[in-house]
C-alpha cells in the first residue's frame, strides 16, 4: 500500500511538473534546422566536362572540390547548409539514364564539416549535365521552414537533357512566390552557358557570375552563402484589387501580392497625408508563354478620375518579370488649410497577350511594393504642382507661342526696312 502511494505522488508531481514547465521537452536533434534559420543548398555540375584543366592550370573539378572545402570551413553556424550533385554517378550513353542523374550528397542542416568534406572528395567528373532536374531536387530540398532560401548553381556548361528546360523550372520557381533565389557560376566564358545561367539567376532575383580562377570561385561560393544570412524574409501579404477604385482595398506601406488576368486593370488605394511622397512600384512575372509585345502601366489617380502621375514600362521578346514604379509627393499646406490625409487611387494594369493554346488561371503573379514617406522638402516633380495636367500646360505653350511669334514679326519687319534703305 505504501509502495502504490508513492508510486501515486510520483506520478502527479511529475505531471505537475510537466504542466509548469519545469521539465522541458528534449531538445532538438542536433542538426535539425530551425524554421526560420536561412538554409543554402550547393548544387554541383559533375558531369565529364569538368576534367578540362583550365582553372589556374587545374582541373575545374578540383578547383571545385577546393572552394567547397573553403566555404564548408567559413560556413556561418545559424547557416543550413546542403550539397547537391548533378552527373555524378551515370558514366554511361544512355540519355534517359543520364538525365536522371542528380542526388543530394549532403543533407540540409547544421554542418558537419568533417562529414562533408568526406563526401566532396568522393566525387570524380562522371556523366550528364540535367539542371533543370537538379535545379527542381534542389528546391524540394529546401521545401520547409520560414528562413531565406538559396540555391548556388556551380556548372561549366549547359543543360544537356532539355527537359526539363532550366529556364522554365527557374520560372516555375518564381512563381510559386516563395522567395527562392538561384544564383548562378559559370566555370566557361561560352556564350550558350552564359545566357542560360543568365535566364536562370534573372527568373528567381539572382546573380550570375564567369569564374575564371580557383579563388574567384571560393570567394564568391562564401559571400553567397553570407548574405543569406544577412537577408531578411519579407513575405507579401495576399491582396485582390478590384475593378474600380470605389471599391478598392486600402493598402498600408509594405508588400503586396496579387494575380492578374491578360489585360486585367486592378485596383487600390492608399492614403498619403499633406508632407507626404507616395512611392509604389510594380511588378509582373511571365510564368508561362506570352505574345512578344507587352507593357505594364501604373498610374496614381484621384478618386474622381484625374491622373496625377503615372509610370510605365514596355518590351517584346521572351521576359521573366516587368516592373514599373512612381512617386507623387504632396505639398504641405498652411495653417488655416485642410491637413487631412488624401485618398489615392492607384490603377494597376498590363498588356500581356498569349496563344489560345496558353492557360489564362490562374492570372499573372503581380508583386505591389508601396510606401508613403515624410517629405521634407517642397516638391520638385513637376507633377506635384499640375505641370503637364492639362490647363497650365496650355497657358504656358499659348504665352510661348505668342512672344515667339511677336519677336519673329519685329525682326523680319526690322531687315526688311534696313534693305530698303540701303
Same mark, same amino acid.
Given at each position: ?25 528534449p531538445p532538438a536533434m542536433a542538426g535539425e534546422p530551425a524554421s526560420d534559420s536561412p ?12 576534367r578540362a584543366r583550365d582553372v589556374d592550370g587545374d582541373t575545374r573539378m578540383a578547383a ?17 547548409? !546542403? ?14 539514364? #543520364? ?8 543533407? +540540409? !542542416? ?70 527562392? +533565389? ?15 545561367l543568365s535566364c536562370i539567376a534573372e527568373a528567381t532575383g539572382g546573380t550570375y557570375t ?17 548574405? @543569406? ?86 518590351? @517584346? ?15 504641405? +499646406? ?28 490562374? !492570372? ?35 504665352? #510661348? ?19 530698303? @534703305?540701303?
Amino acid at each position: 500500500m505504501i509502495i502504490k502511494k508513492r508510486l501515486a505522488t510520483g506520478a502527479l508531481g511529475l505531471l505537475a511538473a510537466l504542466a509548469c514547465g519545469l521539465i522541458s521537452p528534449p531538445p532538438a536533434m542536433a542538426g535539425e534546422p530551425a524554421s526560420d534559420s536561412p538554409k543554402v543548398e550547393l548544387v554541383l555540375d559533375v558531369s565529364g566536362s569538368m576534367r578540362a584543366r583550365d582553372v589556374d592550370g587545374d582541373t575545374r573539378m578540383a578547383a571545385a572540390k577546393q572552394a567547397f572545402n573553403e566555404v564548408l570551413d567559413a560556413t556561418p553556424e545559424e547557416v543550413r547548409l !546542403g550539397i547537391r550533385t548533378l552527373g555524378a554517378n551515370y558514366p554511361g550513353k544512355d540519355r534517359v539514364a #543520364g538525365c536522371r542523374d542528380s542526388e543530394q550528397l549532403y543533407p +540540409v !542542416g547544421q554542418v558537419d564539416r568533417t562529414e562533408a568534406k568526406a563526401a566532396v572528395a568522393t566525387l570524380r567528373p562522371t556523366g550528364w549535365t540535367p539542371i533543370g532536374l537538379a535545379l527542381r531536387g534542389a528546391s524540394k530540398d529546401l521545401s520547409s521552414g520560414d528562413g531565406t532560401r538559396r540555391i548556388v548553381l556551380i556548372t561549366d556548361g549547359e543543360d544537356s537533357c532539355g527537359q526539363p528546360d532550366p529556364c522554365d523550372v527557374a520560372r516555375e520557381l518564381a512563381a510559386q512566390g516563395t522567395h527562392l +533565389v538561384v544564383d548562378t557560376l559559370g566555370l566557361t566564358l561560352d556564350r550558350k552557358v552564359r545566357e542560360q545561367l543568365s535566364c536562370i539567376a534573372e527568373a528567381t532575383g539572382g546573380t550570375y557570375t564567369a569564374i575564371q580562377h580557383r579563388d574567384q570561385l571560393s570567394s564568391r561560393i562564401k559571400q553567397l552563402v553570407r548574405r @543569406s544570412a544577412d537577408t531578411p524574409v519579407q513575405t507579401p501579404t495576399p491582396v485582390r484589387g478590384a475593378a474600380q477604385c470605389a471599391k478598392a482595398p486600402y493598402l498600408g506601406s509594405g508588400l503586396y501580392s496579387d494575380r492578374e488576368s491578360f489585360g486585367e486593370h486592378r485596383w487600390y488605394r492608399m492614403r498619403v497625408a499633406p508632407g507626404q511622397e507616395l512611392r509604389a512600384s510594380a511588378s509582373v512575372a511571365v510564368d508561362r508563354a506570352v505574345d512578344p509585345d507587352y507593357g505594364v502601366l501604373l498610374r496614381a489617380m484621384t478618386p474622381g478620375g484625374r491622373e496625377l502621375v503615372r509610370g510605365s514600362e514596355a518590351g @517584346s521578346g521572351r521576359t521573366d518579370v516587368l516592373s514599373s514604379g512612381l512617386r507623387y509627393p504632396v505639398a504641405d +499646406v498652411d495653417d488655416d488649410e485642410d491637413g487631412t490625409a488624401r485618398t489615392v487611387c492607384l490603377e494597376l494594369s498590363q498588356s500581356f497577350s498569349a496563344p489560345a493554346s496558353v492557360k489564362r488561371a490562374p !492570372g499573372l503573379p503581380v508583386e505591389l511594393a508601396v510606401d508613403v514617406v515624410g517629405n521634407d522638402d517642397p516638391p520638385a516633380d513637376v507633377a506635384a504642382f499640375g505641370l503637364g495636367r492639362g490647363w497650365i500646360l496650355l497657358g504656358v505653350l499659348t504665352v #510661348g507661342g505668342l512672344l515667339a511669334g511677336l519677336l519673329w514679326g519685329w525682326l523680319a519687319r526690322w531687315r526688311v526696312t534696313v534693305w530698303r @534703305s540701303n
